[in-house]
């Protein structure tokens, strides 16, 4: 790895920078978990297969998005960029999902598309030239003048290969410096949609997408959506973390449990909407969820705060992590008799309360 193996370093920047730095310390340093909600995983079993005659060495991961081979169904999700320390954070991620053959979700570009100097901070190609690789902008700012020359500018910033357009409705409503106006936002993802080049994808970033949201976006010719549903980071938790209103950070601690429970979000999507791609992310943990995951009909399963965790540290923590629910995603492949991601997605499976099996 050719990055540094020393942790990041905490430089003084401007107003922007600022706040992408208060974001990255405090996911890594205080407890911004969901309270009161669980990602819905632990309710569900796999049935054991005792005899799976297969070789475990011989189980294939690999999987195809948007015309781009992956060795394993994980998508490193978008965390950040727009201050020193987070493009040396992308940079380690990126190596990794490199190495690895992963995907990798870049944070929101906002920052660099007002502020060019920042753009080196997201800017990723050069490490990892093979990976299947998302821009990222925030649908809100479709309100606030953003448009088709704003997300093409995201994309050739760092030569993405499709483009995440995120919804974060709680997070603006209890950022101090949230946008606040969500109104007609259908119609103008529609004509951005209809009139960019690449794949674009629609992302919540924690606390979950309906199935009747979807769709919508379906019906609007989105690509492929990721739940993000509840049960991990709490975007809400963070920001109660940063306002200096004593009254809106209580009243952003009350929605640390909000949301659509990532497993029960990705089930009735699927259920809903399976002509395009459906991504699992939020509180994905070990490779058995995202093997669960694979079996509600995710295409590819997104995990953050852990990576971001190690990727403080060094980048061979990020591929230790990574490699971990590699393996774990194998194993329980071979542990359901399942030869590769097609086979487990039709794997028995239980709720584990009444071990009765479940039929979806």
Not at 13 to 33: A, M, S
Not at 37 to 62: K, N
Not at 76 to 97: D, H, V
Not at 155 to 181: K, S, T, Y
Request: aromatic share 6%; hydrophobic share 45%.
């Amino acid at each position: 790895m050719a990055q540094s193996k020393d942790k990041i370093g905490i430089p003084a920047f401007g107003e922007t920078e600022t706040r992408k730095r208060e974001h990255i310390e405090t996911v890594l340093k205080t407890d911004v978990l969901a309270k009161g909600v669980s990602t819905g995983f632990e309710q569900f079993s796999f049935e054991h297969c005792a005899m799976p005659e297969l070789d475990l060495d011989r189980i294939d991961l690999s999987t195809s998005v948007f015309g781009k081979n992956l060795q394993a169904p994980i998508l490193i999700s978008s965390m950040t960029g727009g201050a020193e320390e987070a493009g040396q954070i992308n940079l380690r991620l990126a190596e990794c999902a490199q190495e690895l053959g992963l995907a990798l979700g870049i944070g929101s570009q906002r920052a660099a598309i007002e502020r060019p100097e920042l753009s080196a901070t997201y800017r990723v190609r050069h490490v990892a030239p093979d990976i299947l690789l998302f821009a990222n902008i925030g649908a809100v700012q479709l309100n606030y003048g953003y448009g088709i020359d704003q997300a093409c500018r995201a994309v050739e910033m760092i030569d993405a290969d499709a483009l995440f357009i995120h919804l974060n409705p709680l997070q603006e409503a209890v950022q101090p410096e949230g946008d606040r106006n969500w109104s007609g936002l259908l119609e103008k993802l529609e004509i951005l949609v209809a009139q960019i080049d690449v794949p674009v994808v629609v992302k919540e970033i924690g606390n979950g997408l309906s199935s009747n949201l979807v769709r919508n976006l379906v019906s609007l010719g989105v690509s492929g959506v990721d739940v993000a549903g509840a049960g991990g980071t709490s975007w809400s938790e963070v920001e109660a973390n940063r306002q200096p209103d004593p009254l809106i950070r209580s009243v952003a601690h009350s929605f640390s449990g909000w949301g659509i429970p990532t497993a029960y979000a990705l089930i009735e999507i699927c259920r809903a909407s399976p002509s395009i791609p459906v991504f699992a992310s939020g509180g994905i943990r070990s490779g058995i969820d995202i093997a669960k995951a694979i079996r509600f009909g995710a295409s590819l399963c997104g995990v953050a705060a852990p990576a971001l965790h190690a990727a403080d540290e060094n980048s061979d923590a990020v591929v230790t992590h990574l490699h971990r629910l590699i393996e774990e995603l194998r194993i329980a492949a071979f542990c359901t008799g399942s030869q590769n991601l097609t086979s487990l997605a039709k794997a028995p499976i239980r709720r584990a309360n009444g071990w009765s099996v479940v039929d979806f």
